[in-house]
């Protein structure tokens, strides 16, 4: 009992020292707030923060106890940003090259001086579509069919081609008028065309504004594998105007949905337990604010994908899988939705179930309508995939903090089939 009482009293001390280092790190976080204010910087900087946990690992010497400080680590950091926050008030800037509609207008972005291929899918309302065009008179209209079905090298060539014979040159430019599909394709022609022209998007579902459109990733699937060709091509501008949502039917905002409680759940806690109020998560702009806040921020530290932004695949692996195989029956958010549960914590997993019910996505696989094995052979094509055969993905132990991890396809089936439906 004495050693017991011993080594409680070290801890205790050990608790009044962290107490006096926990004071001056804030001390020294509000000093950052107000320098950040002053020049109109955002409290988040994903670049410092994964140097943080890095240089962190390398200082514990005991390999077992690395993940714990991490942990510790990225509790910190949310607290601390939470923090500057708070002391910061609502003066958060714009993302630059991200604009808000205000009052339902557009502002003025597409250049006048400049001919404007629009390109746009069936699905959207044209009055949307012209209300963009009017920026710009005498801007060629080109449609496509809507759906995951389109995003294929043949659209892309009949765009290509639609352009040419338009007589497009390089200073000319487009502007993708719809959601994620018409981005992508919009975004990797622009990247194409005479070795790259400009882009302009105005996204018109919740899935393209919080998602989709922000990052510069276009590509097309290839074979059925989920943008196996693209490129890295970011728009000259992003117009997002939350207005156009009204046309949305419920299914496809709950799709964009998932998206953001993905972002919450890898980034942001306060974010994710909006989600789980029973009262509902609030307004539809703000969500909309947060998510680019956090997506941007990543981008900009990593837009290649060589590291951090590698993020913002949590769901991706085993949802391309069940997208894939769905053949259409599913929507991306709804894969992403499925994708994320099994890479929560068990406790985790629970509560996200019950945020994903809510919003009415779906949260078990019925395996006799969709294929596991066609899953696992989607997911073999996966772009993470190293050459030993595993793939890296992304868990998360609570809401705020993610850890990469490569897991093999034996352990990547074995999460899948936690998705089974009971009959």
Same mark, same amino acid.
């Given at each position: 009992?004495?050693?017991? @009482?011993?080594l ?8 009044g ?32 923060? +994964? ?26 950091? %949310? ?9 910061? *008030? ?19 972005? #597409? ?17 949307? $579509? ?9 801007? @060629? ?20 081609? +639609?352009m040419?014979? %338009? ?18 394709? %919009? ?5 194409l ?16 504004? $919080?998602?989709?459109? =922000?990052g ?12 196996? $060709? ?27 949905? +998932? ?32 998510? #680019? ?6 981008? +900009? ?26 053949? *259409? ?7 992403? %939705? ?11 997993? @629970?509560? #996200? ?12 696989v ?19 995939a190293?050459?030993d055969?595993? =793939?890296?993905?992304v868990?998360?132990?609570?809401? *705020? ?8 396809? @034996?352990?990547?089936r074995?999460?899948? #089939?936690?998705?089974?439906?009971e009959?």
């Amino acid at each position: 009992m004495e050693e017991l @009482e011993r080594l409680r009293e070290e801890i205790d001390e050990i608790d009044g020292a962290l107490a006096e280092l926990f004071a001056r790190r804030m001390s020294a976080a509000a000093k950052i707030a107000a320098w950040k204010q002053a020049r109109k910087l955002p409290v988040r900087d994903p670049a410092r923060e +994964a140097q943080l946990l890095d240089r962190g690992a390398a200082r514990m010497e005991d390999p077992a106890l690395r993940p714990y400080f991490r942990s510790l680590q990225q509790e910190l950091m %949310a607290l601390s940003r939470s923090y500057q926050e708070s002391l910061m *008030g609502s003066s958060q800037p714009r993302r630059e090259g991200i604009l808000f509609a205000q009052k339902g207008e557009l502002p003025p972005v #597409l250049p006048r001086n400049r001919r404007v291929f629009l390109v746009t899918d069936d699905g959207v309302p044209l009055p949307w $579509v012209r209300r963009v065009a009017a920026q710009s008179p005498g801007a @060629e209209i080109y449609s496509f069919p809507q759906g995951e079905g389109s995003k294929n090298p043949e659209t892309l060539r009949l765009l290509l081609e +639609a352009m040419l014979r %338009a007589g497009l040159t390089r200073r000319d430019c487009l502007a993708a008028v719809g959601g994620g599909v018409v981005c992508d394709l %919009a975004g990797l022609a622009a990247g194409l065309y005479m070795r790259g022209i400009d882009c302009y998007y105005f996204p018109t579902t919740l899935l393209a504004m $919080v998602d989709a459109s =922000i990052g510069g990733k276009t590509a097309v699937n290839l074979g059925g594998v989920k943008n196996a $060709v693209g490129l890295f091509r970011q728009p000259r501008a992003v117009v997002i105007d939350p207005g156009v949502l009204s046309t949305l039917p419920p299914r496809q905002l709950a799709n964009g949905l +998932a998206e953001a409680v993905k972002m919450a759940l890898t980034h942001d806690a306060g974010l994710f337990a909006r989600f789980e109020n029973p009262e509902g998560y609030g307004d539809t702009a703000q969500i909309i604010a947060a998510c #680019l806040e956090i997506k941007s921020g990543v981008v +900009a530290a990593d837009e290649r994908e060589a590291g951090l932004r590698r993020v913002l695949n949590f769901g991706h692996t085993l949802g391309h899988g069940i997208e894939a195989a769905a053949e *259409g029956r599913l929507l991306h958010g709804e894969c992403v %939705a499925l994708g994320m549960l099994p890479m929560c914590a068990p406790p985790l997993r @629970e509560r #996200l179930r019950a945020v994903l019910e809510r919003l009415e996505l779906p949260t078990y696989v019925n395996f006799n309508e969709i294929d596991p094995e066609q899953i696992m052979a989607a997911i073999a094509h996966d772009k993470k995939a190293g050459p030993d055969g595993c =793939i890296e993905t992304v868990s998360v132990p609570a809401p *705020g903090r993610f850890v990469f991890c490569r897991q093999s396809p @034996e352990a990547l089936r074995a999460l899948l #089939l936690t998705l089974a439906k009971e009959n």
